[in-house]
């Protein structure tokens, strides 16, 4: 004996009821086949519906149940073509009065008994099922339709309908030795107590009853024929890239259903069990596509976990206090007062001091609950020996299930460190006994997500998602942004990482969203930001609580710099273009790495010195080697090597500022970079870089202009700048003469800085170097120099430069 079970789906429509006949054609030559059908597809809802209108005396039953009926006989005549239809409709038609009948006794007495609601369902597989046997009688398939009701026997045990298997098992035998028959239809969910009336199995009460047959007639093998290709590693609709489970226990299908995996009932499995009757899961869309087998002893049992399911609309009752703690029974006295209300514990964990205990219960029980346990406590809360029962809504279970995860050490980890890491908070955690099964409590809101997740780090792409907080979006940051969208999918498809901006701030407002923010610009930043300052940026990007998040320094900002130390001790990485930090005192610039080594996170500042040129990790890198740097000469500074370059007194210095800041080489205030101030930040990082123990006072500088010069507006600045035309000729003019240019420098060597402006010869390294930036360094095993030349300045420039050290702390975590 085979049995297949086709669900709602399957019998939808006539279309799809011809594939359950092809399927059973099929099967028929292998052996006799038992067909166990459910009723058509929301078939069962609308019947309720009707009963629950007809209970209030609402007359569109009526209209609902015209309705019902007329989809029926429309599956009969588009099914049925071979003879007439007359019989089917006739059928049709009398199991409709019936019911009109029946809902008419509901609607005047006004009252809806579990047992009449139960007759009223009933009606949904009756249906569908002897249009089944009528396609195969027109088909002239031998065949007989055997009514569950007077097969399947249940009794009442806690309010609700138990099979009695010993006399269901008789009569099942018994059916079948007296209809010696290829092929039978039995009607699922239903059946019926000992006194003959209708009740029914519950929900999946169809796999149901096609388990309790498989099991009553010795059949060897079991098929369920859904919508869907077995189960799945994860929920098909949350993740596209699910695979079906080829091969699973029972137990661990068990765990899967338990927890949400509704392909297959919990119920369906547990009376196989004992038979060892395989159980195939296959497409009735697709009977020839993949398809899962659930077995005692499956193939791949190494395999750490199977599958993924959740179970959503899960209230958690946190109950604390003293009370608790070294009292028997306390936990019985628990457990029966939700027994007593009819409420299911879905999932239990409570700390080892006893002094606090979680339940899981569905959303609807929440209340009821709530009462029942205060209730029967409340005495000790009046005490004080116990808090009042905490109540919170809206979360979701997820667990991953696999035989052998108890024998794999490091399973747990993996998934609390997927969920960590993509910034989902645990509420509670909960492993089975037989640590088949993990299980954590998260919020609803991101079940998805962490599905995903999970999925990923399981049976896909390890996914690595680094979150970024940029803070100033001026030219680099929009740069930055940019890059960031126009590279995601490509690091995503090649690399499985996800680069996600998470908040973004300028001078005045901040946007924050852990899930990503979907669009940017000024205009949505002014539109939808919300104000803030320094600290509430910092405050929410640690409340954020995202591993591998990144706070990017766009800015120029000393405030925000100051807030590094903070960022980095909570475990924040760090990647600024800003000076400031590395350019303040020592102490501040130990207090940053000191953070960073609390935090176990990074600070990379690849662009403090040459925008986008390798020039503090090559620093770094000859430094890690053994190397020992004996000096650096650089040309820093774009805008004055620019005017340096071009300067040779035929055209006014002054004009030159001007064109240069015209043509965006200078900041909108030229006086920032004319300053030298630039530059000399950038020797100090150097200095220090190498292990120079400099301050700022410590740095010699040759400034080109007075010191007066940067006081008031700008347009006085460029009156000064022409006023001192003269004395810059000079100097051109006097280096000329000797054959040497101008040139504005930084220097470090034997334990001394320099920043200023300089005559240099052709011997000089810099003196070939034209408008672009140059370091050279001397080392011992470089004595006669690596050079670093190419574009130091730019918001593009800049912008890959911080873009790369992103990447840095990507590679290296």
Same mark, same amino acid.
């Given at each position: 004996?085979?049995?297949?079970?086709?669900?709602?789906?399957?019998?939808?429509?006539?279309?799809?009821?011809?594939?359950?006949?092809?399927?059973?054609?099929?099967?028929?030559?292998?052996?006799?086949?038992?067909?166990?059908?459910?009723?058509?597809?929301?078939?069962?809802?609308?019947?309720?519906?009707?009963?629950?209108?007809?209970?209030?005396?609402?007359?569109?039953?009526?209209?609902?149940?015209?309705?019902?009926?007329?989809?029926?006989?429309?599956?009969?005549?588009?099914?049925?073509?071979?003879?007439?239809?007359?019989? /089917?409709?006739?059928?049709?038609?009398?199991?409709?009065?019936?019911?009109?009948?029946?809902?008419?006794?509901?609607?005047?007495?006004?009252?809806?008994?579990?047992?009449?609601?139960?007759?009223?369902?009933?009606?949904?597989?009756?249906?569908?099922?002897?249009?089944?046997?009528?396609?195969?009688?027109?088909?002239?398939?031998?065949?007989?339709?055997?009514?569950?009701?007077?097969?399947?026997?249940?009794?009442?045990?806690?309010?609700?309908?138990?099979?009695?298997?010993?006399?269901?098992?008789?009569?099942?035998?018994?059916?079948?030795?007296?209809?010696?028959?290829?092929?039978?239809?039995?009607?699922?969910?239903?059946?019926?107590?000992?006194?003959?009336?209708?009740?029914?199995?519950?929900?999946?009460?169809?796999?149901?009853?096609?388990?309790?047959?498989?099991?009553?007639?010795?059949?060897?093998?079991?098929?369920?024929?859904?919508?869907?290709?077995?189960?799945?590693?994860?929920?098909?609709?949350?993740?596209?890239?699910?695979?079906?489970?080829?091969?699973?226990?029972?137990?661990?299908?068990?765990?899967?259903?338990?927890?949400?995996?509704?392909?297959?009932?919990?119920?369906?499995?547990?009376?196989?069990?004992?038979?060892?009757?395989?159980?195939?899961?296959?497409?009735?869309?697709?009977?020839?596509?993949?398809?899962?087998?659930?077995?005692?002893?499956?193939?791949?049992?190494?395999?750490?976990?199977?599958?993924?399911?959740?179970?959503?609309?899960?209230?958690?009752?946190?109950?604390?206090?003293?009370?608790?703690?070294?009292?028997?029974?306390?936990?019985?006295?628990?457990?029966?007062?939700?027994?007593?209300?009819?409420?299911?514990?879905?999932?239990?964990?409570?700390?080892?001091?006893?002094?606090?205990?979680?339940?899981?219960?569905?959303?609807?029980?929440?209340?009821?609950?709530?009462?029942?346990?205060?209730?029967?406590?409340?005495?000790?809360?009046?005490?004080?020996?116990?808090?009042?029962?905490?109540?919170?809504?809206?979360?979701?279970?997820?667990?991953?299930?696999?035989?052998?995860?108890?024998?794999?050490?490091?399973?747990?980890?993996?998934?609390?460190?997927?969920?960590?890491?993509?910034?989902?908070?645990?509420?509670?955690?909960?492993?089975?006994?037989?640590?088949?099964?993990?299980?954590?409590?998260?919020?609803?809101?991101?079940?998805?997500?962490?599905?995903?997740?999970?999925?990923?780090?399981?049976?896909?792409?390890?996914?690595?998602?680094?979150?970024?907080?940029?803070?100033?979006?001026?030219?680099?940051?929009?740069?930055?942004?940019?890059?960031?969208?126009?590279?995601?999918?490509?690091?995503?498809?090649?690399? /499985?990482?996800?680069?996600?901006?998470?908040?973004?701030?300028?001078?005045?407002?901040?946007?924050?969203?852990?899930?990503?923010?979907?669009?940017? /610009?000024?205009?949505?930043?002014?539109?939808?930001?919300?104000?803030?300052?320094?600290?509430?940026?910092?405050?929410? /990007?640690?409340?954020?609580?995202?591993?591998?998040?990144?706070?990017?320094?766009?800015?120029?900002?000393?405030?925000?710099?100051?807030?590094?130390?903070?960022?980095?001790?909570?475990?924040?990485?760090?990647?600024?273009?800003?000076?400031?930090?590395?350019?303040?005192?020592?102490?501040?610039?130990?207090?940053?790495?000191?953070?960073?080594?609390?935090?176990?996170?990074?600070?990379?500042?690849?662009?403090?010195?040459?925008?986008?040129?390798?020039?503090?990790?090559?620093?770094?890198?000859?430094?890690?080697?053994?190397?020992?740097?004996?000096?650096?000469?650089?040309?820093?500074?774009?805008?004055?090597?620019?005017?340096?370059?071009?300067?040779?007194?035929?055209?006014?210095?002054?004009?030159?500022?001007?064109?240069?800041?015209?043509?965006?080489?200078?900041?909108?205030?030229?006086?920032?970079?004319?300053?030298?101030?630039?530059?000399?930040?950038?020797?100090?990082?150097?200095?220090?870089?190498?292990?120079?123990?400099?301050?700022?006072?410590?740095?010699?500088?040759?400034?080109?202009?007075?010191?007066?010069?940067?006081?008031?507006?700008?347009?006085?600045?460029?009156?000064?700048?022409?006023?001192?035309?003269?004395?810059?000729?000079?100097?051109?003019?006097?280096?000329?003469?000797?054959?040497?240019?101008?040139?504005?420098?930084?220097?470090?060597?034997?334990?001394?800085?320099?920043?200023?402006?300089?005559?240099?010869?052709?011997?000089?390294?810099?003196?070939?170097?034209?408008?672009?930036?140059?370091?050279?360094?001397?080392?011992?095993?470089?004595?006669?120099?690596?050079?670093?030349?190419?574009?130091?300045?730019?918001?593009?420039?800049?912008?890959?430069?911080?873009?790369?050290?992103?990447?840095?702390?990507?590679?290296?975590?």
């Amino acid at each position: 004996m085979q049995v297949l079970k086709f669900g709602g789906t399957s019998v939808a429509n006539a279309e799809n009821i011809s594939s359950v006949i092809k399927i059973t054609l099929e099967a028929l030559p292998k052996g006799k086949t038992l067909i166990v059908a459910s009723a058509v597809s929301k078939c069962t809802d609308s019947l309720i519906k009707i009963a629950e209108l007809a209970s209030r005396n609402d007359k569109s039953y009526l209209e609902l149940i015209n309705d019902l009926e007329a989809r029926h006989i429309q599956i009969i005549n588009d099914l049925i073509t071979e003879i007439p239809v007359s019989h /089917s409709e006739l059928t049709c038609a009398s199991a409709f009065n019936s019911l009109r009948e029946v809902c008419n006794g509901v609607s005047m007495v006004r009252e809806l008994t579990p047992a009449v609601l139960d007759q009223i369902m009933s009606y949904g597989e009756i249906l569908s099922t002897k249009i089944i046997s009528d396609k195969f009688t027109a088909l002239g398939v031998d065949h007989v339709w055997l009514d569950s009701r007077k097969l399947i026997k249940t009794k009442l045990q806690y309010n609700q309908n138990s099979v009695d298997f010993k006399s269901t098992e008789k009569l099942i035998r018994k059916a079948l030795e007296e209809n010696d028959k290829p092929l039978y239809i039995m009607p699922g969910f239903i059946a019926s107590d000992s006194s003959g009336r209708t009740t029914t199995l519950g929900r999946g009460g169809s796999d149901y009853t096609a388990s309790i047959v498989a099991v009553c007639s010795d059949a060897s093998i079991l098929e369920i024929w859904t919508d869907v290709n077995g189960m799945m590693t994860a929920d098909p609709r949350i993740v596209p890239e699910a695979a079906t489970i080829k091969s699973i226990s029972y137990k661990e299908a068990l765990e899967l259903s338990h927890f949400g995996a509704k392909v297959v009932y919990p119920p369906t499995i547990q009376p196989v069990i004992s038979k060892e009757i395989p159980i195939a899961v296959k497409n009735t869309f697709d009977p020839y596509g993949e398809w899962t087998l659930i077995e005692s002893h499956p193939d791949g049992s190494q395999d750490r976990v199977r599958g993924i399911s959740s179970s959503n609309k899960i209230a958690m009752l946190s109950i604390e206090g003293s009370g608790m703690v070294g009292i028997p029974g306390y936990s019985s006295k628990l457990f029966g007062a939700l027994a007593n209300r009819g409420v299911n514990i879905i999932l239990i964990t409570q700390a080892s001091s006893v002094h606090t205990m979680c339940i899981a219960v569905d959303e609807k029980d929440a209340e009821i609950s709530r009462e029942a346990i205060e209730e029967v406590f409340t005495y000790e809360i009046s005490l004080g020996k116990l808090e009042p029962l905490k109540v919170e809504l809206g979360n979701s279970i997820i667990s991953i299930v696999g035989d052998d995860m108890k024998n794999q050490a490091g399973t747990s980890g993996r998934m609390f460190d997927a969920l960590g890491r993509a910034g989902i908070n645990i509420r509670a955690i909960a492993q089975g006994s037989s640590e088949r099964n993990v299980s954590a409590i998260i919020s609803s809101r991101d079940i998805e997500e962490a599905i995903r997740t999970i999925h990923r780090e399981f049976f896909g792409h390890k996914l690595r998602r680094i979150n970024i907080i940029v803070a100033g979006y001026g030219n680099v940051g929009k740069e930055l942004v940019s890059i960031i969208k126009n590279q995601n999918q490509l690091f995503l498809d090649k690399y /499985s990482t996800d680069i996600r901006l998470v908040g973004l701030a300028n001078s005045k407002k901040a946007l924050i969203d852990k899930s990503g923010l979907k669009a940017v /610009s000024a205009d949505i930043l002014a539109e939808k930001g919300i104000g803030y300052d320094i600290d509430d940026l910092v405050k929410k /990007s640690i409340m954020l609580s995202l591993k591998n998040t990144v706070f990017v320094d766009c800015s120029a900002s000393e405030e925000v710099s100051k807030k590094y130390p903070e960022l980095l001790r909570n475990s924040i990485n760090v990647v600024t273009r800003n000076r400031f930090a590395n350019a303040s005192s020592m102490e501040t610039y130990r207090s940053i790495r000191a953070a960073a080594g609390k935090g176990n996170s990074y600070f990379f500042y690849e662009t403090n010195v040459g925008a986008a040129l390798p020039v503090i990790s090559l620093i770094n890198q000859m430094k890690i080697s053994g190397d020992k740097i004996n000096s650096i000469d650089g040309q820093l500074s774009g805008t004055l090597s620019y005017l340096f370059s071009n300067y040779n007194g035929s055209k006014p210095f002054v004009e030159l500022v001007k064109e240069a800041r015209d043509a965006g080489y200078t900041e909108p205030d030229p006086r920032i970079d004319l300053s030298g101030r630039d530059v000399l930040r950038k020797c100090l990082i150097l200095a220090r870089e190498i292990g120079y123990e400099t301050e700022e006072s410590d740095v010699e500088t040759s400034e080109f202009l007075p010191a007066h010069f940067f006081s008031g507006s700008l347009d006085e600045f460029y009156d000064k700048l022409a006023a001192y035309e003269d004395r810059l000729k000079k100097m051109y003019d006097s280096a000329n003469s000797k054959g040497e240019k101008l040139k504005y420098i930084a220097s470090v060597r034997d334990g001394k800085a320099f920043s200023g402006i300089v005559s240099i010869g052709e011997e000089h390294p810099l003196y070939s170097v034209g408008e672009e930036n140059s370091i050279i360094i001397c080392s011992d095993d470089y004595p006669r120099s690596v050079v670093v030349t190419g574009a130091g300045a730019g918001a593009r420039q800049t912008a890959t430069g911080v873009f790369n050290d992103i990447l840095k702390i990507n590679i290296i975590q």
